[in-house]
């Protein structure tokens, strides 16, 4: 599912981890869909699985024969994965943009097209995020600009100047808040981020389970995200729940004295949602 590989201005990675068929069977729908959509750029998929097997291999011959199938042998975490398909992505002098694209996302049929009208709106672009629906985040955007104090990993388009100058994500996050980190930082180097309100993303997690794993993952990339960024109390509170949730031993990394710049744009005034929320 790609359209002149070799001359591709967008790479999209999929990290996958034992994903449903039907997960698969509806992202490879509208992929398709994106790619007839007149406007849309020339684009190359790169599917990584971080499964305990490579059985998603077959189900993606299936759905989309040729696929540019990656079996990690290993869960690398979210993070991670996307930083090995994209430096090679931009290993490619004609690649302008990389997306992270979570694989229980739909995107609509002009998301990506849109996304690139977007980075094109203003200098110094750094990050893009799909507008999710039903489910939107309340975090807030300027509405003239699109300006956003953080923007999520479920649909996020970096581009080459970010990665030349800030890199990508920070493998430490094995899951959760290396998207609030990776724009932190973005903003702290001077890039603009932003929302893209026309590229809308179908994402409905209102019946996704809370399990004890995802509560302890967030709680733990948060204090590592609270020791980075030299917020002592707020590393602490969110290591203790980890540990009051049964969380295994480990080593938080001494709190950091960051630079002006990156301590000015940390917000931890909003618990999780790390930005005033619009609602």
Known sequence: MSRDLDDAVLWLGIVLYQNVPREL????????LNQETPGTPAFRVVWWDNSPTDALRAELSRLAPGSDYRFAGANLGFGAAHNRVMKE???????RYYLC???DGVP????LSELVTEAERAERTGLIEARLFPDEHPKPYEPVT????????CV??????LYRQV???DERFFMYCEDVDLSWRARAAGFSIRVAPRALVHHYTVDR??????????????????AKYGNAAFARERLREYQALGGEPFSLPAVARPPAAMARVADFRHLFMFAESRW
């Open 156 to 161: 996020l388009l970096l581009t080459r100047e």
């Open 167 to 169: 890199g990508g994500f």
């Open 108 to 111: 609509h049929p002009r998301c």
């Open 25 to 32: 069977e509806r992202l490879c729908a509208a992929l398709r």
């Open 146 to 153: 699109h300006e956003t104090p953080w923007c999520s990993g």
């Open 209 to 226: 389970e809370i399990t004890t794993r995802r509560e302890l993952s967030v709680r733990r990339s948060a204090a590592l995200l609270g």
């Open 101 to 103: 694209v979570n694989p």
């Open 89 to 95: 992505a931009f290993a490619s002098p004609t690649t």
